[in-house]
């Protein structure tokens, strides 16, 4: 399934696996481009030289194109920008912020650049710059989110923009790849789906919770200070969502999620950890090789396409 997407980043299939903190490090990335798509490492708060050693480990792992994920919030943020060049790196999506004062250094290097955008006017100032395409998220993924849902956002973004536009957000299999298509998008984003791949190295029990998650089991805290963040109802969310109503400020909801994303994804403390996933999880069910996975979903959603 050749677009615009797929030249662009020289990968097989139109799937870019989500650059999740904690989740996506260098074996699940390797695994994800082996198959076809394009592996993202995750820089999340990681210093320049953690990020290089993924880079690396990765690299020794497959020769196809993988990239790495910028946090802009991260206080190592300048390093790791400077790490993805000096490391050879080819693709870079961008979260949290607008990496307008790397861009020129990383279109010097020849880095494909693909900011995260949720919404028109942002998609429209990253294609401005220079951006080589942009990742329309919705709301329905997990982790950070904003306010529209990828079903609104996406084709309003790609009436808007001229540079290709991948959908994320809601997106697990075969049927959500053909839907992001017909929306206007060129390729698709995914998180979630890959947290449970058989390279992942996540704890057992966060992918045995996400297996087990029903329809309605993810809630989103922080909405009341600005920072909302989609995650699977437990222990912690309770309590925040508690003292969030009872109007406690950002300082001390922010106090209570300390470490809680590290504290889920490594040590498997479902309960009081934060267990990051979108609203898709419901429809996983089992674990698979990221080949597996990538080549279902691709079958199917190349019938429902008529390719």
């Not at 400077?82 to 080819?90: D, L, P, Q, T, Y």
């Not at 045995?208 to 912690?236: E, F, W, Y």
């Not at 979108?278 to 190349?302: F, L, P, V, Y």
Request: with cysteine; glycine share 10%.
């Amino acid at each position: 399934m050749k677009t615009r997407i797929t030249e662009l980043l020289e990968i097989k299939y139109p799937i870019i696996q989500g650059g999740m903190a904690w989740v996506a490090e260098h074996n699940l990335a390797a695994a994800v481009s082996e198959a076809g798509g394009l592996g993202l490492i995750g820089g999340a708060n990681a210093p320049g030289e953690v990020v290089r050693e993924e880079i690396r480990k990765a690299r020794e792992m497959t020769r196809k194109p993988f990239g790495v994920n910028v946090m802009l919030m991260s206080p190592h943020a300048d390093d790791v920008a400077r790490v993805v060049v000096e490391e050879g790196v080819k693709v870079v999506t961008t979260g949290a912020g607008n990496p307008e004062k790397y861009l020129n250094m990383w279109k010097e290097a020849g880095i494909k650049v693909i900011p995260v955008v949720a919404s028109v006017a942002m998609a429209k100032r990253m294609e401005r710059i220079g951006a080589d395409a942009v990742v329309a998220e919705g709301m329905e993924s997990g982790g950070h989110i904003g306010e529209l849902t990828t079903m609104t956002l996406v084709p309003q973004i790609a009436d808007a923009v001229s540079v290709p536009v991948i959908a994320a957000g809601g997106i697990a299999d075969g049927r959500g790849i053909a839907a992001a298509f017909m929306l206007g998008a060129e390729a698709v984003q995914m998180g979630t789906r890959f947290v449970v791949a058989k390279e992942s190295t996540v704890h057992e029990n966060y992918k045995q919770r996400l297996i087990k998650a029903s329809d309605i089991d993810s809630t989103v805290t922080g909405r009341s200070h600005g920072h909302p963040i989609r995650c699977l109802r437990n222990q912690m969310t309770r309590e925040y969502l508690k003292l969030e109503k009872e109007g406690k400020s950002f300082e001390e909801l922010e106090y209570l999620t300390l470490g809680t994303l590290r504290k889920a994804v490594q040590e498997g403390d479902v309960k009081n950890g934060t267990v990051m996933a979108g609203q898709i999880a419901g429809m996983i069910d089992r674990e698979m090789t990221c080949k597996e996975m990538i080549e279902e979903m691709m079958e199917q959603a190349s019938r429902l396409l008529g390719y």
